[in-house]
């Protein structure tokens, strides 16, 4: 059977995806009640980490201790990836020593290639294009508080980023209405964008664009690598600021999620994070489960 990866939330079915999100539901239950499961036991995943990582990588690693495996983190300041050893290379000899590999670098086709060359599952964990491990925890973190996200009105305000652009493949695949409320030249790849027409639109307007939502979500003003831009950021998208007041125009039961880190003061006002709607600390401390439902799934 070919090798499975998980470069996009479009490697999985909308049914595995499912099933992926309820295993991460059991398997969170699990761990609150201590039970040990180690499915894993003596695998070994590798961490290539080319941008800094809070979440992701602890995540990764107590999620493979507790599956009974282990993880090694690799920087390309000590590796040869980083000395320009060619990733078709790296991806042979990873695939002989370890049973997976997991990835956050900048250019996604440098995840393409290695996915490509190696025999063992590749997971994306964050590029300049998307970051589908987020949009698990997120869609684990709705269904637990609300239940099924079919049919419901998602909205993405701020930059049409990587967060965005999985965010435009999670309402294809959990099938939801995405509203996308970015500043003029910031807008989300326009390929992805017409490939789901039927369920994803452009509302420019903050307001407009959270009117009945159920789901509200947003990120940095500027990414990883994105530095030298920050200070002209901050000025274009001041107006997108998600706060207490633009919440109040969505629907009742909106949640508020962020994948963070996030900065107060600029693309969140510095009280919506602990505001009653905000989901973000449930929504990080998911990356952990279902982050084990997606090992278990490619590696056990
Ligand atoms: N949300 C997220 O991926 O966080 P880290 O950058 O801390 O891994
Ligand atoms: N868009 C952000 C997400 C960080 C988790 C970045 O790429 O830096």
Not at 102 to 123: G, L, N, Y
Not at 222 to 235: H, V, Y
Request: hydrophobic share 40%; glycine share 4%; aromatic share 6%.
């Amino acid at each position: 059977m070919a090798t499975r990866h998980f470069l996009s939330l479009l490697d999985l079915t909308p049914a595995e995806l499912r099933q992926l999100i309820d295993r991460a539901i059991e398997l969170k239950a699990m761990q609150q009640r201590h039970e040990v499961h180690e499915p894993l036991k003596n695998r070994v995943l590798a961490m290539i980490f080319e941008k800094s990582s809070t979440r992701t990588r602890v995540s990764f690693e107590a999620g493979m201790t507790q599956l009974g495996g282990s993880a090694l983190f690799l920087s390309p300041r000590d590796t040869q990836l980083g000395r320009g050893e060619p990733i078709e290379d790296s991806a042979r000899v990873l695939s002989k020593m370890v049973d997976g590999v997991m990835i956050r670098t900048f250019e996604h086709s440098k995840v393409e290639t290695f996915a490509a060359h190696s025999d063992i599952p590749v997971i994306n964990a964050l590029t300049d294009f998307n970051h589908p491990c987020q949009l698990l925890a997120d869609m684990q973190a709705y269904h637990e508080v609300r239940g099924s996200i079919q049919g419901k009105t998602v909205t993405w305000i701020g930059d049409g980023n990587n967060m965005c652009h999985s965010y435009i493949n999670a309402a294809r695949q959990w099938d939801f209405e995405l509203r996308i409320a970015c500043p003029d030249g910031y807008e989300p790849d326009a390929d992805l964008v017409a490939k789901n027409s039927d369920r994803v639109s452009m509302v420019r307007n903050p307001k407009e664009a959270v009117a009945g939502a159920h789901l509200v979500a947003t990120d940095v003003w500027a990414s990883m690598g994105q530095e030298e831009e920050a200070a002209d950021r901050m000025k274009v998208f001041a107006p997108y600021q998600v706060s207490r007041q633009l919440l109040d125009l969505a629907s009742p039961e909106v949640l508020f999620m962020h994948c963070l880190p996030a900065h107060r003061g600029e693309e969140v006002s510095h009280d919506v994070l602990d505001d009653s709607r905000s989901v973000v600390w449930e929504e990080a401390g998911n990356r952990l489960h279902a982050q084990k439902a997606l090992l278990e799934f490619l590696l056990a």
